[in-house]
C-alpha cells in the first residue's frame, strides 16, 4: 500500500490526520474550559453521578486544578496570582492538557494508521496490536508521577523554605507548569518499550543492539531524566531514570519474544 501512494497522497493523508488530532484535541480543550460537572445525588440507589453543566467559572479545568491543589500541595503552602489574567491562563494550560490525553486515543490511532502502511501486512497487524499498551503505558506515567512523584518534589522543596521559617507560596503558571512537565514528561518516558518495540518491526535494530548498548542507554535515561524533571533537586530525576531503565529492560524482552516467535513461525 505505501508503494502504490504518491508523496502528495502521503502529505494529504498526513495532514488529513493531523487535523483530525487538532479537532478532537480543540474539542475537549473547549469543553474543559466551559462545561463543569455537577453531582446528582441518587439516594435511592446510593450513587452520585455527575452530569456537565455550563459554568465558565467553575468548569472542569478548574476542578481538575482544585484537586491537584488540594492533594499535590504540601500543607502551609498556597496559591496565589500575581498580575490579573494568570489564572484564566493557568486553566487554559489544563484544559489543553485534558484535551491532550482525553484525545490520546485518537492521537495513537491516527499516528499508527500513518506509519502502519509502511510496514508488509503481519507487521501492520502487530502495530495495532500495540494500541491499547501504548495508551495504559501513557497513563500509567502520568499516574505514577502524580501519586509518587510531583508530592515527594514539592514536600522535598518546600521543606527548606520551612526550615527558615518563611511563608511559603507558589504562583499557579509556575505550579501548573511544574505538574504538566511532569504529567507529559513520565507520559512520554513510560512509552520506551512500544517505540523499542516498534524500531525493532523495521528490521533495522534487533535486540542484541539494545542489550550490548545498555550501559549507553543507562546514561542516557539519567540524563534524560535530568532534563524533563523541572525542580533540578537532583533527587527527583531518578523517580524518571530508574522506571525508564526497568521499561528498557522490558522493551529487551518484548522485541526478544516477537524475535523468537518470528523464527518459529519461518521453521512452520
Known sequence: MAAEMTIREHVEDL???VLHIVIAISILTVFSLIFGFRPIDLRFFSIVLYYPY???FHNFAIQITSFMQSTLLPPGVKLIQTAPGQAFFAQLYVSILIG?????????KEIYGFIAPA???PRSARMRSVFLPTISLFIVGIVFSYLAVIPFALTFLYKYGQAIGVETFLNINDFISFVLQFFLGFGIAFELPIIMYAISLTDLIGASFWRQNFRYAII???IFGAIIT???SGVTMWFVSVPMIVLYLIGILAVERKEKRRRVESIL
Open 54 to 56: 455550563p459554568d465558565i
Open 119 to 121: 510496514f508488509e501486512a
Open 230 to 232: 523541572p525542580d533540578g
Open 15 to 17: 495532514r488529513t490526520r
Open 220 to 222: 542516557f535515561l539519567v
Open 100 to 108: 491532550i490525553i482525553s484525545s490520546m486515543p485518537i492521537v495513537i
